[in-house]
């Protein structure tokens, strides 16, 4: 296994619409090696949840684990959302952001088609933070990042803030 370089905001790379994965390939050694080296890097992190984007991978797939044991992972493959309700509100940050945390609004609760990492066709009903996170995780197959939510202004100070940051670490 290994740890892969994440893109951070505002790499244009992050931008990308995601194309679906063949099912053929899900079973391959190369792509469960891909969805290992995504948990290690995702745990190592650390974080709930990762998108193939944030890897440079533009394919639609992410990898999710919101235990606090980190024991409960999940890969969701080609989801797609066929339901939702309700609405609510969670600090939210991002590995591809980080140290920037905002307030965004979701569905409460979500039904999401996918495949799992056998290639089976799985359809899941949830809501809370698992939810967020499959919403989260699919903006970025999207293209999109949570700070696209807040206003103009605030987004600027988000990128300033991460220049200096980068800055200060250089
Ligand atoms: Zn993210």
């Given at each position: 296994m290994a740890l892969l370089p994440i893109l951070e905001f505002p790499d244009p790379r992050l931008?990308?619409?995601?194309?679906?994965?063949?099912?053929?390939?899900?079973?391959?050694p190369g792509?469960?090696?891909?969805?290992?080296?995504?948990?290690?890097?995702?745990y190592d992190a650390p974080g709930i949840g990762l998108a193939a984007s944030q890897v440079d991978v533009h394919?639609?797939?992410?990898?999710?684990?919101?235990s606090e044991e980190k024991n409960l992972?999940?890969?969701?493959?080609?989801?797609?959302?066929?339901?939702?309700?309700?609405?609510?509100?969670?600090?939210?940050?991002?590995?591809?952001?980080?140290?920037?945390?905002?307030d965004v609004t979701?569905?409460?609760t979500i039904t999401v088609r996918y495949l799992d990492r056998q290639g089976q066709s799985q359809e899941l009903t949830t809501g809370g933070l698992l939810a967020v996170c499959i919403q989260h995780?699919?903006?970025h197959l999207e293209g999109k990042l949570f700070i696209d939510y807040l206003s103009p202004l605030k987004r600027e100070m988000v990128r300033k803030k991460l220049a200096k940051q980068r800055k200060h670490v250089a």
């Open positions: 931008r990308t619409k995601a194309a679906p994965v063949d099912p053929a390939e899900v079973t391959t792509f469960q090696t891909l969805l290992d080296d995504m948990f290690q890097t995702m394919k639609r797939f992410m990898v999710i684990d919101i992972p999940q890969v969701f493959i080609n989801p797609e959302i066929t339901a939702h309700d309700g609405g609510q509100v969670y600090q939210e940050g991002c590995l591809s952001v980080p140290g920037i945390f905002a979701r569905a409460d995780e699919m903006d």
